[in-house]
C-alpha cells in the first residue's frame, strides 16, 4: 500500500522553463513532507521540505506548495537547470513516528539545454 | 569530508554467504537510519538506531541485524544471502531523529552500497 504516490516517473523540461514535480499521499497524519534529490550513484541529498500547517515554502529556485485538502504537493523548480536533471523523491513523515520516512518512487527529471 | 560514507560501495557475493556493510558518519548526528532500495525503485526504512538504541525496526527478516557500537557508526550484518537481498542499501543519518512531534530532522544520506546476490 503506497502511501506516497508520485505518478509520473518521468518529465522532461527545457532549460530555462519551469519544472512541476508532484506528489500525492493517502495518510492524514502526515505533518511534515519533503524533496529529496538523487544523482546516479549517490545517496539522496536533502532539497526542501515543508510543514503541514504551511502550504508553500519557497528556497531560491525551489518551492513546494501543499494542499492539504487534496493531499497533493508539488516542487516548483524556476529556472530549471541541466544540472538539475536527477531523480527527486517525495517523502514524508509525521509527528510521533520517530523519523521513519515514507517514500515514493521517485521522479526522474531530465532538463534540456 | 565525507559526511556519511558506506563501505563497500558495491558488493558481489553468492546465495548463503554472510557480508557486512559499515556505514560511519561525522556529523555528530543522534540517530542512523537503513534503507533498502530495491529493484522497483522503492526506498523503505530497515532500521533506526538513536544513541545505539533500536527505535525502528520494520518488517524485515532476522538474518538482517544491525549494529551500532557507537553514535557514529551503524553497521548491517546479512546471514545467509538470498537472491531478493539484492538492492541498494542506504545509511543515512539526522540529528535526533525526528523524535520531537510535529516535523523531522533532515537526513543525510550516504552514498549507497549495490548488494547483487548471485
Given amino acids: 500500500?503506497?502511501?506516497?504516490?508520485?505518478?509520473?516517473?518521468?518529465?522532461?523540461?527545457?532549460?530555462?522553463?519551469?519544472?512541476?514535480?508532484?506528489?500525492d499521499?493517502?495518510?492524514?497524519?502526515?505533518?511534515?513532507?519533503?524533496?529529496?534529490?538523487?544523482?546516479?550513484?549517490?545517496?539522496?541529498?536533502f532539497l526542501i521540505s515543508i510543514s503541514s500547517i504551511k502550504d508553500k515554502n519557497e528556497d531560491?529556485?525551489?518551492?513546494?506548495?501543499?494542499?492539504?485538502?487534496?493531499?497533493?504537493?508539488?516542487?516548483?523548480?524556476?529556472?530549471?537547470?541541466?544540472?538539475?536533471?536527477?531523480?527527486?523523491?517525495?517523502?514524508?513523515?509525521?509527528?510521533?513516528?520517530?523519523?521513519?520516512?515514507?517514500?515514493?518512487?521517485?521522479?526522474?527529471?531530465?532538463?534540456?539545454? | 569530508d565525507t559526511a556519511v560514507s558506506q563501505t563497500p560501495k558495491y558488493l558481489v557475493t553468492q546465495m548463503g554467504n554472510d557480508k557486512s556493510i559499515k556505514c560511519e558518519q561525522n556529523?555528530?548526528?543522534?540517530?542512523?537510519?537503513?534503507y533498502k532500495q530495491d529493484s522497483k525503485k522503492f526506498l523503505k526504512i530497515m532500521f533506526s538506531y538513536n544513541n545505539k538504541e533500536l527505535i525502528i525496526n520494520e518488517t524485515v527478516p532476522n538474518r538482517f541485524?544491525?549494529?551500532?557500537?557507537?553514535k557514529a557508526h551503524l553497521n548491517l550484518h546479512?546471514?545467509?544471502?538470498?537472491?531478493?537481498?539484492?538492492?541498494?542499501?542506504?545509511?543515512a543519518s539526522s540529528k535526533q531523529g525526528?523524535?520531537?512531534?510535529?516535523g523531522t530532522d533532515t537526513q543525510y544520506f550516504g552514498p549507497g552500497t549495490r548488494l547483487t546476490v548471485l
Fill in chain 1, 1 to 23: 500500500d503506497q502511501q506516497v504516490k508520485q505518478n509520473s516517473p518521468s518529465l522532461s523540461v527545457q532549460e530555462g522553463r519551469i519544472s512541476i514535480l508532484n506528489c
Fill in chain 1, 25 to 45: 499521499y493517502t495518510n492524514s497524519m502526515f505533518d511534515y513532507f519533503l524533496w529529496y534529490k538523487k544523482y546516479p550513484a549517490e545517496g539522496p541529498t
Fill in chain 1, 60 to 113: 531560491g529556485r525551489f518551492t513546494v506548495f501543499l494542499n492539504k485538502s487534496a493531499k497533493h504537493l508539488s516542487l516548483h523548480i524556476v529556472p530549471s537547470q541541466p544540472g538539475d536533471s536527477a531523480v527527486y523523491f517525495c517523502a514524508a513523515n509525521y509527528g510521533g513516528s520517530q523519523g521513519n520516512l515514507i517514500f515514493g518512487k521517485g521522479t526522474k527529471l531530465s532538463v534540456k539545454p
Fill in chain 2, 27 to 34: 556529523l555528530g548526528h543522534d540517530t542512523m537510519y537503513w
Fill in chain 2, 65 to 70: 541485524s544491525p549494529k551500532s557500537p557507537d
Fill in chain 2, 78 to 91: 546479512i546471514n545467509s544471502l538470498e537472491l531478493g537481498d539484492s538492492a541498494v542499501y542506504f545509511c
Fill in chain 2, 98 to 102: 525526528g523524535l520531537t512531534s510535529g
